[in-house]
């Protein structure tokens, strides 16, 4: 099912999957990552695990962010803060629907450090975080002048850095996502969320580097840390069915 939530004029588009014959059901919002999309018309991590968490009796919900995919804004205009107010959109969304009895968040990459902080912020609302090669460490790189592996005057950041995804495709990454990125309360605010998380990180992530998400599982409570040693940033160096596995069973236990 295809589902719209405006946020600023925006319109962020998204599917729905619902077991059929159920009146109510738990609910997990699968956040995408940097350069990716919801995988509305193929396979991926979201859309395999959206299959996967519907044969167990869980819903869920994936949208595009701004800048992303079928919804609406400019990549060149999109920020992690940007991100974080379609995320309270799509929470509230979430919230409006009278036949969820429990709220899951699984977020990959840039979407798991969105998830995290989503959680931190509606850590009344969340009952699980799953965050996959979470990339907190945005932070520190723009600190340092380093936007995945491009280098910049920190002190006087290029109007946009070019760049490319694994499908080829080019973006223009803009100034303001640098700026604001230097000032985000990444761990401070995901500690707040004191549910059970569970953590997936290669240990050869080029992208995103795991101390990210050592430093995570060191502050947050309840957590659950796997490190897949030789894995990289999509996960898939091995076997990316036992990472969606793995991620399903936790979301789907008692």
Not at 33 to 49: F, P, Q, T
Not at 141 to 147: F, I, M, R, Y
Not at 161 to 181: C, H, K
Not at 198 to 209: F, N, P, Q, R, T
Request: some cysteine.
């Amino acid at each position: 099912m295809e589902v719209t939530v405006k946020r600023d004029g925006l319109t962020l588009r998204g599917t729905l999957l619902k077991p059929e014959g159920v009146e109510k059901c738990p609910i997990t919002i699968i956040f995408h990552g940097l350069m990716s999309d919801r995988a509305n018309k193929r396979e991926s991590m979201h859309s395999l695990l959206a299959e996967k968490l519907l044969k167990r009796g869980v819903a869920s919900v994936r949208f595009d962010f701004n800048g992303h995919g079928e919804s609406d804004g400019d990549f060149q205009d999109m920020t992690v803060l940007g991100e974080i107010l379609d995320a309270c959109k799509i929470m509230e969304y979430v919230l409006s629907l009278d036949w969820v009895t429990e709220i899951y968040i699984m977020g990959h990459s840039q979407g798991g450090l969105v998830g995290g902080m989503t959680a931190g912020y509606f850590r009344d609302k969340v009952k699980k975080l799953a965050m996959l090669a979470p990339a907190a460490t945005i932070k520190d790189d723009a600190l340092s002048g380093n936007c995945f592996g491009s280098f910049y005057n920190v002190d006087e950041a290029p109007e946009f850095i070019p760049m490319v995804n694994d499908q080829g495709e080019n973006f223009r990454l803009g100034q303001a996502y640098m700026r604001t990125s230097r000032t985000l309360p990444v761990y401070e605010t995901t500690m707040m969320f004191r549910g059970k998380t569970l953590i997936i990180h290669g240990s050869k992530d080029e992208a995103v580097s795991v101390f990210g998400g050592r430093r995570y599982a060191r502050y947050m409570q309840n957590v659950k840390l796997h490190v897949i040693e030789g894995d990289n940033h999509g996960l898939d160096t091995f076997s990316l069915d036992d990472v969606i596995e793995e991620v399903a069973d936790f979301l789907t236990e008692e």
